[in-house]
């Protein structure tokens, strides 16, 4: 046998206290919440994305900067007119004379 038990109402000054109950427009309002804050994260997150897309990209511009100046300084530091003169002035290197050049066929 079952026994139904009744819902009590405490009732204090003709206010009456029932156990609350989630309206569906709570659990509405809860989810448009979460919906918002998940759609807020992700655009603040797609914008931080683009920030380090943006640094990266210049970083990107002064690397290449640098390797054309790198480039430009090997060539320079690689003329034969430098080398020659740096070998004679520097390190004291003379033009072989005639009996040192040996042809090897």
Do not use: C
């Amino acid at each position: 046998m079952s026994q139904v038990i009744p819902q009590t109402r405490i009732k204090i000054n003709g206010f009456a206290l029932a156990r609350p109950r989630l309206s569906p427009m709570l659990v509405v309002i809860v989810l448009m919440s979460l919906l918002s804050l998940l759609f807020v994260w992700s655009r603040i997150h797609a914008i931080s994305l683009e920030y380090d897309i943006s640094r990266l990209e210049l970083d990107l511009r002064e690397q290449n900067q640098q390797v054309k100046e790198l480039s430009l300084e090997v060539a320079f530091l690689s003329r034969d007119e430098r080398i020659e003169t740096l070998a004679r002035n520097e390190l004291g290197l003379r033009d072989p004379a005639p009996g040192q050049l040996i042809r090897v066929e």
